[in-house]
């Protein structure tokens, strides 16, 4: 298969590609910077199948990486920015990776790669040192594209391998839900070593769209250029979309552009999707759930906003077109419809396998169904409903609570900015339900469980609530570190929770 | 992988699947009757890779065969109602189809096929023997879906194998195009055994969006099924959507709801688009550009009612997103922007080869591109042009004319109903430009001339003009039938033009 920048440079070559700060380059330009960035890795030695890793925050060079390191036949792993240095150290290692770009000075990993390249300066010398006659070659569709390490919030971390169709499939799966066309600004608002900063990437490219890119995530930045640039398309986890819709309702920007908003990466609670509706109108909600092993996209639920009245609205969807879910029992068989199982996913976007890891591919990996550890269930309609994952269940009194659905009540008390629930160590109930709440007002206790109460059965009330003044943790990728909250009443217990 | 229909029965399951005639049925019903069909088959002993060939015109029958047989592990023969017995048998021995359903009567293929089954009480029958039991199993992507019988008007006919991928990879790359919901009303108005006809049914059935069935084309019924199912989108032949735009004019309803036009499977003439574009100027004009061999879509050109004053009204559009096209010298070798070449064609949904034919298969795959015989060039912008199939060029005086540009020149004339354009043996120029005119007002053939004239070089202009009253002979699909008319005036020569 060819590039997806040769077609834009056919189709767009004088549109705009990127806009990143100060500086913009068109798909003709985009396409030789690739070119010179390819021809120049090779002079470095590398060759098919060389890794090449990546460390650092969005930017049109991060972009240029990933889309000329698997054209150019190698393969990129993209880390997370804000991972300790023995967490780099382990990625790089297990990756065999053979040259490292970072944004900033890191030290301790120069014994593990032949080439340690800084992202601004060094790359340019890179560039200007390859010849841009390397051709954006054919690559082979089942060849392996990226490594992206999945599981900082989990446990050890695995290399997702992801192969050029898996790409592919993920962005006809998009497409088939979003019109792509020359017209399409889209705004990178998450990091791009996640799945929701490069979800678009392949879509956007193919059809010649203009990628904004949002070096860090602060939501008056991201309206600024969303105003600016006139950005159409977008992509959010939940905590970077409630962000947006406070900054636009306390500084309004003319974002009318704005017609397509996705998010995904995490649960959100309806009562963020509400306020992001009434504050950006005229935008289509997406909502996308999925995981680094399928690429990610899995479900889809489009027009969210016309759902938020029905029983819909909890929902995450449907399976896109082209993915299957299955929902399954602890022996793997399948589930009827509103039955809670664990979710598996088939189709052209689901990985190869993790790198070097035998046992944890065939243990995820069954008949071409990957068993993503996610509990959920699937209606009669073919909506399917997450209600946690399955280490997050909490089993009190013999009765399974989903910390998701005590987090949805809570965020529909209006005082209620940021909410977490699991399980705590309890002599008489096993686990007892905990809440940490971040109040955007003054709020007590008591009100917020009777709240509670009236909403959700007695049992799935928070038996304690913690009130903090402090943003809740938080991973790069916006997504909540529930592990980090958890941690300190489970320290001394035998009953650790494996993985958690 | 999954039947699309299995989707479609859990996501619109109560909506309705089909409506033909007095007949709907919803999805649920569709793939009940499905599963009766596939169990029905098996019942007469047919097995993985059987084939079951299907002569008929448009009905619900015909759109569960075309969905259950692939679905039931069969490959699909679709064969052209207009044949000739001689034809139909040369395509019945050559899949060695064992079940033939047909609409009519037809006499003299008993000898070929186990079984032929009558489309209407016997197909009923049949469904009624069959258990619901089958399921509609997985299917292997790289399998066989359909042999797809073409070269009708081009010589003797070759069986082109499309697998379940290649029907996938179409369906993607329409969706990309066009966003299909469970709102999507598609009409099928081109015959289903050709690919105009069967372009939209997977990426209708997959979201669960709803088929209305034309049974033979008539545009004044087109126009009665638009208005009262409200149908969304469709695609035509340009001799059909000519003859819409005419018969809207004349008789006007109410057809507001008719928002995607499709056109494809020959030039259109783009006085045929200015006039449909003033008679639905509601509905957004997408050109297509194919092949049966690519499944069929190869180029598209979408919002073409923008462009009709642009120098790419002429276009066809550009390559789909992933899909590949070459301009290729006589030799293979790549030729550069505004190069007249040979089209290739590359992608997912290129075909497997020709059934049987290893010759005709390594002489039109190479290297995974499909070679069309259609002359065309690209433009620095990506949009190609097809200048002529290559046995449709005229060489007159040793000059080269594209009869699609001196037909283009004819239609701009008000008074021009039709016209086909072709070379006919000459002593003097080897060959001379001739055209064959069905007037829709009375006209003299000196203005013709001069007409022309005024808009192409002398040399190209038709030396002789026939005009008729009657319409030029079409095929089944509506495409125009040129070797009919070309063929009396080369009878005698010892010059014949190969496969013409």
């Not at 889309?67 to 023995?86: D, E, F, K, S, T």
């Not at 799966?173 to 600004?185: M, P």
Request: hydrophobic content about 45%; proline content about 4%; charged content about 20%.
């Amino acid at each position: 298969m060819s590039s997806p920048l040769r077609r834009a440079e056919l189709v767009a070559g004088d549109d705009v590609a990127v806009v990143c700060g100060d500086v913009g380059y068109t798909y003709a330009e985009t396409a030789e910077r690739c070119r010179c960035l390819i021809a120049g890795l090779r002079g470095l030695g590398l060759g098919a199948g060389d890794r090449v890793a990546v460390v650092g925050g969005n930017c049109h060079r991060y972009l240029e990486l990933y889309q000329a390191v698997p054209a150019g036949g190698m393969v990129l792993v993209p880390l997370n920015h804000r991972h300790a240095i023995a967490e780099l150290r382990y990625a790089l290692e297990d990756s065999g990776t053979k040259v490292l770009f970072t944004a900033s000075g890191v030290e301790g990993l120069e014994d593990l790669v032949e080439h340690i390249i800084d992202l601004r300066a060094g790359y340019e010398a890179l560039l200007a040192a390859g010849s841009g006659d390397a051709a954006l070659a054919d690559v082979d569709p089942t060849g392996l594209a990226g490594l992206f390490y999945t599981g900082g919030t989990t446990g050890a971390a695995k290399g997702v391998m992801l192969t050029h169709r898996n790409l592919v499939a993920n962005a006809m799966h998009l497409q088939a839900c979003w019109r792509f066309d020359s017209a399409t600004r889209w705004l990178i608002a998450a990091p791009m070593f996640h799945a929701a900063g490069s979800i678009a990437v392949l879509a956007t490219v193919w059809n010649g769209g203009q990628h904004v890119i949002l070096p860090s995530f602060d939501p008056g930045t991201a309206l600024d250029l969303i105003a600016e640039h006139r950005v159409t398309h977008t992509l959010m986890v939940p905590t970077m979309l409630a962000a947006l819709s406070d900054e636009q309702r306390a500084r309004p920007r003319e974002v009318s552009s704005l017609r397509h908003i996705a998010h995904g990466g995490a649960p959100i609670a309806t009562e963020t999707l509400r306020r992001a509706h009434a504050t950006f109108p005229g935008a289509e909600l997406l909502h996308i759930y999925g995981a680094t092993e399928t690429s990610p996209i899995a479900t889809l639920l489009p027009r969210e906003e016309r759902l938020l009245d029905a029983p819909q609205s909890r929902s995450c969807g449907r399976p896109a077109v082209g993915v299957e879910i299955a929902i399954l029992a602890l022996d793997g068989s399948a589930l009827s419809v509103d039955e809670v199982g664990e979710l598996a996913v088939r189709g052209a976007n689901v990985m190869a396998g993790y790198w070097n890891k035998p046992e944890q591919t065939a243990a995820a990996l069954i008949d071409g169904w990957y068993h993503t550890g996610d509990l959920g269930y699937q209606d009669s309609r073919g909506y399917i409903y997450l209600v946690d994952r399955a280490k997050d269940m909490i089993v009190t009194g013999g009765e399974n609570v989903y910390s998701t659905e005590v987090e949805e009540a809570l965020y529909r008390h209006a005082a209620v900015a940021e909410a977490a629930v699991f399980g705590i160590p309890d002599s008489r109930w096993g686990e007892a339900v905990h809440a940490v709440v971040v109040p955007r007002a003054r709020v007590e206790i008591d009100e917020l469980r009777a709240h509670c109460r009236s909403l959700i059965a007695d049992y799935k009330v928070p038996k304690t609530i913690e009130l903090r003044a402090e943003p809740l943790p938080k991973s790069a990728a916006g997504k909540l570190l529930k592990r980090e909250l958890r941690a300190p009443y489970w320290r001394d217990q035998t009953l650790a929770l494996a993985g958690a």
